[in-house]
């Protein structure tokens, strides 16, 4: 199945019927414009008869457990309990000739819904969904409000433009995509870094285009912020990982890793023991404190500026970055070939190129000076 939604939906009026149809929109991702392809082809929100296997839960009315499957489709405007969704991605989630499901207006609420295999939930504007597991290639497409979601085995998770997921949780294999204004709050992410640091796995985790807010990472988690993304209070334990593309704030390393690549730009990062922030060519970094045993690596054509390097902290580099701040014997610098009052401890390393200096350079226990030939 292909691995992202690109899909929101609403409802309009069809004239031709005198009915309200749900309608589906190409939503805005990855920075191109948006698309539109209004599909008619699905039950009709109206008092004249549905279809046999299709059912509208009224306003003020409660319908408890049920099964929607072979293209069933459920129009929630009251509150829908219980139930079991296996329809509705059965031509894929990019498919506009899809139809099935459970979807939820503006005032409908559905709560303990199983989303499996070829199921699909949408949850419009207005709109809520509560203690839904997916799983098995099931997905969720929000526009609404999604509150303690749990994403296994394939199941996925499309936060569109206005859409709210709180409290998802997402496990081996799962997958939630935020895209541009939308919001993801206290997720907790356990995949997307099984093959290792940096690695790429770009369709299990968490991929941000939109917000993500006090997000914890743990072992074998990975949260990816692209371009025009931003990460707020992200905490990432041993064997989690952090990708930066976009914006990461405030982020606190407790034995995981942050990667900040090209274009990327990372502030107040906290790197306590066992984590590292690692800093690629063209990436940026300001306000980051590297506690003991924590390590700050800043790559040739990296920057890293006003940076609180404590006792016990690393710092490795090369005259080829740029990397500024204060450790126990002042202000230190490494700029344009130039370093100054660096120390080297830990695990510490600087690497002086030729044509490049270096004065002042304290070395202790675990640190490295390497002074390449004329240097």
């Known amino acids: 199945m292909k691995r992202h939604l690109n899909t929101s939906y ?16 190409l939503a805005r991702s990855r920075g191109k414009g948006a698309g539109v392809a209004v599909a008619l082809s699905l039950a009709a929100v109206t008092s004249v ?11 003020g009315e409660t319908v408890n457990g049920g099964t929607l499957e072979n293209h069933d489709n459920q129009i929630v405007l009251g509150t829908a309990n219980g139930m079991t969704i296996s329809t509705g991605l059965e ?19 559905a709560g303990n819904t199983t989303v499996t295999t070829n199921g699909r939930q949408v949850v419009l504007e207005g709109g809520t969904a509560s203690d839904t597991v997916i799983r098995d290639g099931g997905g969720q497409s929000l526009n609404g409000l999604a509150v303690n979601t749990t994403l296994n085995n394939r199941g996925e998770q499309w936060v569109h433009e206005g859409g709210v997921a709180t409290g998802t949780i997402i496990n081996r294999d799962g997958y939630q995509s935020v895209k541009s204004g939308g919001v993801a709050t206290g997720t907790i992410i356990n995949t997307g870094a099984e093959g290792g640091p ?40 041993v064997g989690g990982d952090q990708s930066v593309h976009g914006r990461a704030l405030n982020t606190t390393l407790n034995g995981g890793y942050q990667y900040v690549h090209k274009d990327g730009l990372a502030l107040n990062t906290v790197i306590n023991e066992g984590g590292w922030q690692v800093v690629k060519a063209g990436g940026a970094v300001g306000n980051t404190t590297i506690n003991q045993n924590g390590e700050l ?11 609180t390097q404590n006792t016990g902290g690393a710092l490795v580099t090369s005259t080829a970055a740029t ?18 009052n ?6 510490g390393r600087l690497d002086v190129l030729t044509g490049h200096t270096a004065t002042n350079t304290r070395v202790d226990d675990g640190g490295t000076l390497d002074v390449r030939n004329g240097g």
């Open 49 to 59: 008869p549905a279809l046999a296997a299709d059912s509208i839960v009224q306003a």
């Open 91 to 109: 031509l894929g989630p990019d498919s506009e000739e899809n139809t099935g499901g459970q979807w939820i207006q503006n005032g409908g609420i």
């Open 342 to 347: 660096v120390v080297l401890e830990n695990g």
């Open 198 to 237: 940096d690695s790429d796995n770009s369709y299990t985790g968490q991929k941000v285009q939109g917000t993500a807010e006090s997000t914890t990472i743990n072992k074998n988690g990975r949260q990816i912020i692209l371009f025009s993304g931003i990460a707020r209070d992200t905490l990432i334990h």
């Open 323 to 340: 990397v500024t701040g204060i450790n126990r014997l002042g202000a230190f610098s490494v700029v344009e070939g130039k370093a100054d």
């Open 10 to 25: 609403r409802l309009v009026w069809n004239h031709i019927t005198g009915t309200l149809v749900v309608a589906s929109e």
């Open 297 to 307: 690596r800043v790559h040739a054509g990296g920057e890293a500026t006003a940076v």
